[in-house]
C-alpha cells in the first residue's frame, strides 16, 4: 500500500508535506479512496514546528486562549502552537499566563473522557480543538460536545487536514483541503461504489494510523 503514497505540500510553506494513499478504506463514519497520512507532521520535531506555524497564521487572533485540546496524536503540534501563540500577544484567564496543552480519554462509546484532574483545564477556559484529519464532521462535532460539556468555551476549531469548513457553525481552520488531493472523496457506507463494485476495503483508518485488513 506504502508503495502508492504521494505526497502534497501546503500552499503556505514548502516545508509541510502531507502524503495520501489511494484505495478503498474505512473510517468509523465513512468510505474514503484516499488515506491521508500526516504521521510525519505529527512525530518530526521539525515540521510539527513549521506545521503549528501555519496553523497559527490560519487562526489569528483569537480573544482569549487557555487550553488547546489535541486528538489523533496531535500534542506535539499543539505543544508548538501554545508556544507559538505565547510568543505573541495573547490573553489567558489562567494565572500562570501559560496555555494547558492537553488530551482527552475516548471512553467505550468514542465519548471524550476528560478526568478529575485535568477538568480544572477545561472548565470554564477558553480552547481551541486540535485534530489531525476531519472528513465528515462527525468526530469534531462529538468532541465539541464534550468539551462543552466539562465547561469548556470553544474559541476555535483547527485540523491539519479538513473535508469540512464548519461543524455546527464553528468554522473548521485547517491547512490541508480535499482540493489539495484531486478526486479526493468520502461516501456513506451504503453509497461507496468500491463495495457496490465487491472491491474488499484495505485498512480501517482514523487520525492515528491504519490498521490493514489483508
Known amino acids: 500500500m506504502e508503495t502508492r503514497m504521494m505526497k502534497f505540500y501546503s500552499k503556505e510553506s514548502n516545508l509541510v508535506a502531507m502524503h495520501a494513499i489511494p484505495g478503498h478504506f474505512a ?3 465513512s468510505h474514503i479512496n484516499y488515506y491521508i497520512d500526516i504521521t510525519s507532521l505529527k512525530t518530526r ?3 510539527a514546528e513549521e506545521i503549528a506555524r501555519v496553523l497559527y497564521h490560519k487562526i489569528g487572533r483569537l480573544s482569549y486562549i487557555d487550553t488547546i485540546v489535541c486528538m489523533d496524536g ?4 499543539g505543544a508548538f502552537l501554545a508556544e507559538t501563540f505565547e510568543r505573541g500577544d495573547f490573553h489567558s484567564t489562567n494565572l500562570h499566563e501559560t496555555i494547558y496543552v492537553v488530551s482527552p480519554e475516548i471512553n467505550g462509546n468514542n465519548q471524550i473522557l476528560f478526568r478529575d484532574n485535568i477538568k480544572p483545564c477545561i472548565s470554564n477556559k477558553h480552547v481551541l480543538m486540535l485534530s489531525a484529519t476531519t472528513s465528515t464532521g462527525k468526530t469534531v462535532r462529538r ?3 464534550g468539551i462543552q460539556y466539562y465547561g469548556g ?3 476555535a476549531v483547527a485540523s491539519v487536514f479538513s473535508t469540512v ?10 491547512v490541508f483541503t480535499e482540493e489539495d488531493i484531486p ?6 457506507a451504503g453509497e461507496c461504489p468500491f463495495c457496490q463494485k465487491g472491491e474488499r476495503i484495505e485498512a480501517m483508518v482514523n487520525g492515528f494510523g491504519y490498521s490493514k485488513l489483508y
Not at 74 to 77: A, D, F, V
Not at 183 to 188: L, Q, R, S
Open 27 to 29: 473510517t468509523s463514519h
Open 45 to 47: 520535531v521539525r515540521e
Open 74 to 77: 496531535t500534542e506535539i503540534i
Open 143 to 145: 468532541s465539541l460536545e
Open 153 to 155: 468555551i470553544v474559541e
Open 165 to 174: 469548513s464548519s461543524v455546527d457553525n464553528m468554522p473548521v481552520l485547517s
Open 183 to 188: 478526486g479526493y472523496t468520502a461516501y456513506a
